[in-house]
């Protein structure tokens, strides 16, 4: 696939896939043979949009309109796949999930709806895992889309709510949920912490490595937990052992650490099987730096996986291929 500007041209276009998560909203104009021409990313998260349930809704119509305009597709030409949150209680309408375990084969993964502006669009039907403890999908199972193939593997998708997905060839067996990214940011905003753990700007380069392997081995080595482990970020640039730029990565390295411990442990009969990371580059670096720590090698998922999912899913079910209404 190919990655092209923030616009394509006109008529270009077979397909809108719409990543739309809790924390970021991320759009694709797509080719009808799954190219990227042209992607926007919004910090427009399901999570960030307030009010009733009407205004939720005439907001999520307006972002939706603004990314169309700014992919340079006209609403309503050109199927639109919605993914991720926006099919929950928390977003725009929610859609029934499958149950695992269930193959990934794209089909009755789709549900239509007309918005208010009269245009269809399609919802992407989560996975739920039952048990006494219940798990959820939404968003994620494209990405699964794009990466299964006939090789039994565990698959990572960090994120707000990390998943660690079991997967023989292209069947979902079952899968665990850590709120990685959801704590991260809750502990380093709201918390004592934050004086000390602001979020650095990575553009600038400011993660440091030494930190986040600190973070890393307290948590391979906890002896009270994650809990317990939270507060060494209080207390090490306290005592000026790790310096205040280095609290973010130092927590981040406790927090991926315990995930990681964590996910080990629930998937410990499986853990010969290959590992595949589904993220950015720089989310990609911190958990092979993880795994590494532990001796294990990891592979990395296509880049727009997401994008690329959305696209199996939609010309299985026939719509790239002209059969839109
Ligand atoms: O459907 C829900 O309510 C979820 O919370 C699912 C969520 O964990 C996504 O899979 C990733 O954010």
């Not at 592979?299 to 839109?324: C, F, K, T, Y």
Request: net charge negative; with cysteine.
């Amino acid at each position: 696939m190919t990655v092209g500007g923030p616009t394509c041209r006109a008529g270009e276009a077979a397909l809108v896939a719409v990543d739309w998560g809790t924390t970021s909203c991320r759009a694709y104009a797509m080719s009808a043979s799954g190219e990227v021409l042209a992607e926007v990313d919004r910090p427009a998260g399901v999570g960030s949009v307030t009010g009733s349930a009407a205004e939720r809704h005439a907001e999520f119509e307006r972002v939706l309109a603004s990314i169309l305009d700014s992919l340079g597709v006209a609403a309503g030409s050109v199927p639109t796949v919605l993914g991720g949150m926006i099919g929950s209680s928390a977003g725009w309408l929610e859609v029934p999930t499958r149950e695992v375990p269930c193959r990934l084969d794209g089909g009755r993964d789709l549900v239509e709806h007309r918005t208010g502006r009269g245009h269809t669009v399609y919802l992407v039907r989560g996975l739920h895992q039952g048990g006494d403890v219940p798990g959820l999908i939404r968003g994620e199972e494209a990405q699964l889309m794009a990466v299964a193939d006939e090789r039994d593997r565990i698959v990572i998708l960090p994120g707000s709510h990390s998943k660690w997905v079991l997967l023989t060839g292209n069947r979902v067996e079952s899968f665990a949920t850590f709120m990685t990214g959801e704590v991260l940011a809750a502990v380093s905003e709201h918390t004592i912490l934050r004086a000390f753990a602001a979020r650095p700007d990575r553009a600038g380069g400011s993660f440091s490595t030494a930190a986040f392997a600190r973070g890393l081995e307290l948590a391979e080595s906890s002896r009270g937990g994650l809990l317990a482990d939270l507060f060494a970020a209080r207390t090490l640039p306290l005592a000026g052992s790790v310096a205040p730029a280095e609290t973010y990565p130092l927590l981040c390295g406790i927090v991926i650490g315990h995930e990681l411990s964590g996910g080990l442990e629930i998937h410990r009969r499986y853990c010969g099987r290959p590992i595949t990371i589904v993220a950015r580059a720089e989310i990609l670096e911190e958990y092979r730096i993880a795994f590494a720590a532990k001796g294990i090698a990891v592979e990395a998922a296509p880049p727009e996986a997401a994008a690329l999912g959305m696209w199996r899913i939609a010309r299985s079910h026939g719509l790239v291929d002209g059969r839109h209404p």
